[in-house]
Nanobody, 125 residues
Framework: QVQLVESGGGLVQAGGSLRLSCAAS????????MGWFRQAPGKEREFVAA????????YYADSVKDRFTISRDNAENTVYLQMNSLKPEDTAVYYC??????????????????WGQGIQVTVSS
């Protein structure tokens, strides 16, 4: 059974930082791209960041570029999202996901095959 489990969310003041982790189990995802998405109440799930299997390539939504950093530790089967300079508009449920398809578009949620259950991030003003 494949599982992706997010941790590290919570409540933080604007300008603060959080580090999300996503631990994978049930299968090794070291050869596959992984990503983070988020969904605010009443809004569509949106792309945040993605990383290639080798960590050689990273991609970010414009709204988080220069504030968020995605990384992965393949030995631990874990992907991270370091979030700095957080803003109230970053408040959302954050999901990690993995692509196992051969062909995919990294910023499209439909490309991702497995998802975590999500974790709440709340940024107060």
């Amino acid at each position: 059974q494949v599982q992706l489990v997010e941790s590290g969310g919570g409540l933080v003041q604007a300008g603060g930082s959080l580090r999300l982790s996503c631990a994978a189990s049930g299968r090794t995802f070291t050869s596959y791209p992984m990503g983070w998405f988020r969904q605010a109440p009443g809004k569509e799930r949106e792309f945040v960041a993605a990383i290639s299997w080798s960590s050689g390539s990273t991609y970010y939504a414009d709204s988080v570029k220069d504030r968020f950093t995605i990384s992965r530790d393949n030995a631990e089967n874990t992907v991270y999202l370091q979030m700095n300079s957080l803003k109230p508009e970053d408040t959302a449920v954050y999901y990690c996901a993995v692509v196992v398809k051969r062909y995919y578009v990294y910023y499209q949620k439909e490309s991702y095959d497995y998802w975590g259950q999500g974790i709440q991030v709340t940024v107060s003003s």
